[in-house]
């Protein structure tokens, strides 16, 4: 079994600021890492995922985060937010099943809404 | 825009009745999961079907079922629905199967649902 833990309920962040939301995983076996965004009043968006190789995944809206397998982490940054960054970010990790077969089935965390104040 | 749509998108419903909720699954795709996501809470894995068969369940009652059907459409059910059944829920569809590790999955916008 998995379990996700996401260090910050709410993060307050002036414009053109740097932010890191801050995820914590648990896992018996090998994980998939994902963070996802959710806009008001909407499903949820794919930001970027790490499957193998180099720790340090870039994903869609400049967004990046870094694997750290000794720390069991998976924080993700942004160099510079903007207000249309305002949203609520999940952190979620999917068992690497045996002979690479993966369906998928998400654990996530409790969310962190990141609030871009002007 | 995912491909994932999902109907209805609000309903209301009474404490005790039954609901349906329904989604069509990006094209191609043979694994659709559902989850439930309470006002404020992570999304919860309800349950998953591949090749309509369930394929694993989250700690979800009997009450809560589902459905997929030769098109990869799908259904979810739940039964003597209770107040705390209130919740958005949300369809996700992928592509499975061996060597398709990490494969993006697509979620729908959800159904709201409210027991009164």
């Known amino acids: 079994a998995q379990s996700v833990t996401q260090l910050d309920s709410q993060v307050p962040v002036f414009e053109e600021a740097p932010v890191e939301l801050r995820c914590n995983y648990s896992?018996?076996?090998?994980?998939?890492l994902f963070w996802y965004v959710q806009y008001p009043n909407q499903g949820l968006q794919l930001l970027l995922k790490y499957l193998s190789g180099s720790t340090l995944v870039k994903g869609i809206n400049g967004f990046e985060a870094e694997f750290n397998k000794s720390q069991t982490s998976f924080h993700l940054r942004k160099p510079s937010v903007h207000i249309s960054d305002t949203a609520e970010y999940f952190c979620a990790v999917s068992e690497k099943a045996a002979g690479g077969t993966s369906y998928g089935k998400l654990t996530f965390g409790q969310g962190t809404i990141l609030t871009v104040h002007p | 825009e995912t491909g994932v749509t999902q109907s209805p998108t609000h309903l209301i419903k009474t404490r005790g009745q039954q609901v349906t909720l329904r989604c069509s699954s990006q094209?191609?795709?043979?694994?659709v999961s559902w989850y439930q996501q309470a006002l404020g809470q992570g999304p919860q894995f309800i349950f998953q079907?591949?090749?309509?068969?369930?394929?694993g369940r989250g700690n979800f009652p009997p009450r809560f079922s589902g459905l997929q059907f030769p098109n990869y459409s799908s259904e979810l059910n739940v039964n003597a629905l209770e107040l705390d059944d209130s919740a958005l829920y949300l369809c996700?569809?992928?592509?499975?199967?061996?060597?398709?590790?990490?494969?993006?999955?697509?979620f729908g916008e959800g159904s709201w649902l409210t027991v009164v």
């Open positions: 094209s191609g795709h043979n694994t």
């Open positions: 996700a569809s992928s592509l499975a199967g061996p060597y398709t590790s990490g494969n993006t999955i697509y």
């Open positions: 079907y591949y090749r309509e068969e369930e394929n």
């Open positions: 896992s018996s076996v090998s994980v998939y």
